[in-house]
């Protein structure tokens, strides 16, 4: 007997792109000092007030089956946010709360496609996509965004690999290149998804870490509400990674059948996860601020650190809690060079290759430690690619 041909083909025979996250683990578990800069983890606990929303509503008896679809009143207060950020009004009967905006994303997959259909995925792209529509059974097909246009889409590639397609899925502010796209290129491709009668699903978790410029929802754009699914999630703007909370806004008829996808796959969330999610998005608007601003300033700090150092180039984010830092001058790939780092200086960053081959020989640094040892890492990459950029 052996496993399906579908979960053994989530990665296709390929990687899951996290290697050098389990590899500093590993080193780390071995005693030896690593400065992990690889995955989006705010250094700091959930803010001490959602704590305690979420423990007075275990202690108040939200501790038995919770409505599955999500609590009435959580998915009024997500509509209400999502209205505001999409700039499209927004039912509760639009919304499905989700263990995470991972699962609200293999929920919209299995809405969208039916085996064998083409998904369209602009790279580089979050290191889960692939996997994801593969889990689903579609098929992958990646359109490139190029450092040379600040990460933003080739729109005629796009329009090209999305011929034939059923769907296609777009992620701004953008993980892991922190591009925001511009209204001109959103415009684009909805008209691109409106011309090919693509589902269209928009991950917007980062919606509210924009440094240039401002979001732009599809949803918002004249003729897409019908065809968007939104992913939206607290694990970025409130620190809450681990409550596992996110959502999708979808039309009411596929927010129902996606209704149906949950009932049968997680039944639901904790009413207590719920209440705390409740409390985040209606009380607790000063620690989404205050989050956001310290990711705002390290932005700001990235940059200029690593302005007009030798051996790199930084394509400056927009948005989310990321810098790509370029080091194709070292002589090295991304994933070469990720290693060679981890190895010599003890500073774990995610190779670009984890993300899709337009972002080869870049790295991904988040964000995630107090300035001084951001700055100090940033200061010890740059010197590292200078002196390999010399050896070349």
């Excluded at 924009?210 to 897409?224: E, I, K, Q």
Aim: one cysteine or more; hydrophobic letters at 45%; a negative charge.
């Amino acid at each position: 007997m052996k496993p399906s041909a579908r979960i053994r083909g989530i990665l296709d025979g390929g990687s899951d792109g996290w290697e050098i996250l389990a590899r500093a683990r590993a080193m780390q578990r071995a005693g030896r000092p690593v400065l992990n800069l690889t995955i989006g983890e705010h250094e700091d606990p959930t803010p001490p007030r959602i704590i305690a929303a979420m423990g007075d509503s275990a202690a108040g008896g939200e501790t038995r089956y919770a409505a599955f679809t999500g609590k009435p009143e959580l998915r009024a207060a997500i509509a209400a946010r999502a209205a505001s950020r999409t700039g499209a009004p927004v039912r509760s009967e639009e919304v499905i709360v989700t263990a995470g905006g991972q699962s609200a994303l293999l929920y919209a997959f299995l809405a969208c496609l039916d085996p064998g259909d083409a998904m369209v995925v602009v790279d580089p792209f979050y290191a889960t996509y692939p996997g994801t529509v593969r889990a689903a059974q579609g098929v992958v097909r990646l359109a490139p965004s190029l450092p040379d246009r600040g990460f933003q889409p080739d729109l005629a590639a796009l329009d090209a690999a999305c011929d034939g397609a059923r769907a296609l899925l777009i992620n701004s502010p953008h993980n892991p290149t922190g591009a925001v796209y511009t209204p001109e290129t959103m415009a684009a491709v909805a008209e691109i998804a409106r011309r090919r009668d693509l589902w269209l699903i928009s991950d917007e978790v980062y919606d509210g870490m924009v440094w240039r410029g401002a979001h732009v929802s599809p949803r918002g754009l004249p003729g897409m509400a019908e065809r968007t699914v939104v992913i939206g999630s607290l694990s970025k703007s409130h620190g809450m990674t681990g409550f596992r909370l996110g959502w999708a806004v979808a039309p009411e008829a596929v927010a129902t059948l996606m209704g149906d996808l949950a009932l049968n796959a997680t039944y639901g969330l904790p009413g207590f996860i719920q209440d705390a999610g409740l409390f985040a998005l209606t009380r607790a608007g000063p620690e989404e601020d205050a989050l956001a601003a310290v990711f705002r300033r390290r932005r700001d700090l990235a940059v200029e650190t690593l302005s007009g150092r030798n051996g790199i180039a930084l394509s400056p984010p927009d948005g989310a809690m990321y810098v790509m830092v370029d080091v194709r001058s070292a002589g090295l790939g991304g994933e070469a060079f990720a290693n060679a780092l981890l190895e010599a200086e003890g500073i774990a960053v995610m190779p670009g290759e984890s993300f899709g081959q337009a972002a080869a020989g870049h790295l991904r640094v988040a964000l995630t430690v107090p300035d001084d040892q951001l700055a100090d890492a940033l200061r010890r990459i740059a010197d590292f690619a200078a002196a390999r950029a010399a050896a070349a």
